[in-house]
């Protein structure tokens, strides 16, 4: 059944990324998107793998993508976080996928792409959803005073061998709203 190949796949993949085989990972997780387009944690982790090879670019692609399934903007302009049926993680990888981590790891790749005003927008968002959050207003200093990156750091505070995947929970089709593939 597609969803226990998809767990498969995430699992698999995220493995490779905890072992820095970061290739494999992406080929995993490449695989897993193939099952399941709308799964907006793959986005995230497969991110990471990007960022591990520098490939800043397809890192952007996947944050933006990852940012647009997970999250709505509300009336207020507050980021609010909503789930499509999404296979189960556990806490603290939830917490790191919060909306202020994606802008926070987005701006930073936006700075290796030499995209100042950008970074710096992803920043101050991350910033606003959360004000304690030291590491955005640090390096937020760092690309206004045109300083060169820095080597991002890991959006996973925790390693990702502490992820817990349910396999119980099914997947919706797709997020409301987007297109049909033709």
């Avoid at 993508?65 to 806490?91: H, N």
């Avoid at 919060?98 to 802008?103: G, K, S, V």
């Avoid at 206004?144 to 505070?157: D, F, L, T, V, W």
Wanted: aromatic share 10%; charged share 25%.
């Amino acid at each position: 059944d597609e969803l226990a190949e998809e767990i498969v796949l995430l699992t698999q993949g995220m493995d490779a990324l905890k072992y820095g085989e970061y290739q494999k990972a992406i080929e995993y997780f490449n695989d897993a998107e193939k099952v399941n387009r709308f799964v907006p944690y793959l986005y995230a982790l497969r991110a990471q793998a990007y960022l591990e090879t520098n490939a800043f670019a397809s890192a952007e692609a996947d944050l933006s993508k990852a940012l647009r399934y997970y999250y709505q903007t509300k009336k207020d302009g507050a980021k609010e976080l909503v789930i499509y049926g999404e296979v189960p993680l556990s806490r603290e990888v939830q917490k790191a996928l919060q909306a202020y981590n994606l802008y926070y790891q987005r701006g930073n790749v936006y700075h290796h792409l030499n995209r100042k005003q950008p970074a710096l927008e992803d920043l101050s968002m991350a910033l606003k959803l959360n004000p304690s959050f030291s590491p955005a207003a640090r390096y937020q200093i760092l690309v206004s005073q045109n300083k060169p990156p820095e080597k991002i750091e890991h959006i996973y505070p925790v390693e990702i061998s502490n992820v817990t995947i349910n396999q119980d929970e099914g997947m919706s089709e797709r997020p409301p709203g987007e297109a049909t593939a033709s």
